[in-house]
């Protein structure tokens, strides 16, 4: 049988706000699956809370989903465990810039071989518009009235700081052109990092399509930090596309030199442990 989109589908209704870039979002990752011909058999997404959380039951494959800010560590452990599946880390802005940003930094220093997927909507939606680090300094919010004090964090910047393997930034209101930078992040052999400019018509309403789509402006990868970073500080454009790829970073696991000889995946070889005397004491 052929995969398509609709293989990933399922019967669960999606509850987002009407006009919410999640629905794009998840639209272009299921394309890029069923493109890259992924049974859904073969391919693990994880969650947090969140509104992009939420989608953990509207696609088909094995879906984890965890505490606030921790798909991270969870896509790790289940990469490690298993090489042969295609491991997606889904996450928000808030979950991956607060609670979760120490994973996301050792993350892109240890360049596992996963893909994550950042929901950039510039604010902690699900609990009704409260700020992140993303959100326009100034901009009144959901418990903070008279607007944020705090400064940003640029997702671009801090990726770009260490030494990334992949860096892409994708808009949800071009689900197409999304779509093509997640194969490509799928595809690279490394810690795939790709930010998404998520639209949230309910708490950020200033940055609208009509808005975004005439800041948004493709760039063709680059192997050049310094290129990329050009691209991530120009205040006029929001550039999208892979905007910086180094295919010569070795992955985590294929460093690992007591592992050098083992053709068998630790999901294997767990089997073969007699663990019933550890789960009778449980
Ligand atoms: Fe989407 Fe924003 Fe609604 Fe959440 S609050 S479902 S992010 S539009
Ligand atoms: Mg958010």
Known sequence: MSITIDSYNTDVKNTWCPGCGNFNIHLALKKALAELKKDPSEVVITFDIGC????????????????????????????????????????????????GIDH??????????????????????????????????GKRMYGFPHGKTEGDINIGELVLSLNPSFY???????????????KEGIKHRGFSVIEII??????????????????VKKVDVSDSIEKA????????????????????????????????????????????????NILAKL
């Open 52 to 99: 992009n959380g939420n989608g953990g039951d509207k696609i088909k494959a094995f879906n984890i989903k965890g505490l606030h800010g921790r798909a991270l560590p969870i896509a790790i452990g289940a990469h490690l465990a298993n090489r042969e599946m295609t491991t997606i880390a889904t996450i928000g802005d808030g979950g991956c810039l607060h609670e």
């Open 104 to 137: 996301l930094i050792h993350g892109i220093r240890s360049n596992y071989n996963i893909t994550v997927l950042i929901h950039n909507n510039q604010n902690f939606a699900l609990t009704t518009g409260q700020i992140t680090s993303t959100t326009i300094k």
């Open 168 to 182: 892409a930034r994708g808009y949800s209101g071009d689900c197409i052109h999304l779509t093509e930078i997640i």
């Open 198 to 215: 998520q639209l949230c018509p309910t708490y950020n309403r200033e940055f609208s399509h009509d808005v975004a789509s005439k800041l």
């Open 229 to 276: 970073r050009k691209h991530i500080l120009n205040s006029k454009n929001l550039s999208i596309g892979v905007l910086y790829q180094n295919k010569k970073l070795t992955d985590y696991y294929s460093s690992l030199k007591n592992r050098k000889s083992i053709k068998t995946e630790l999901v294997d070889e767990v089997k073969r442990k007699n663990i019933s």
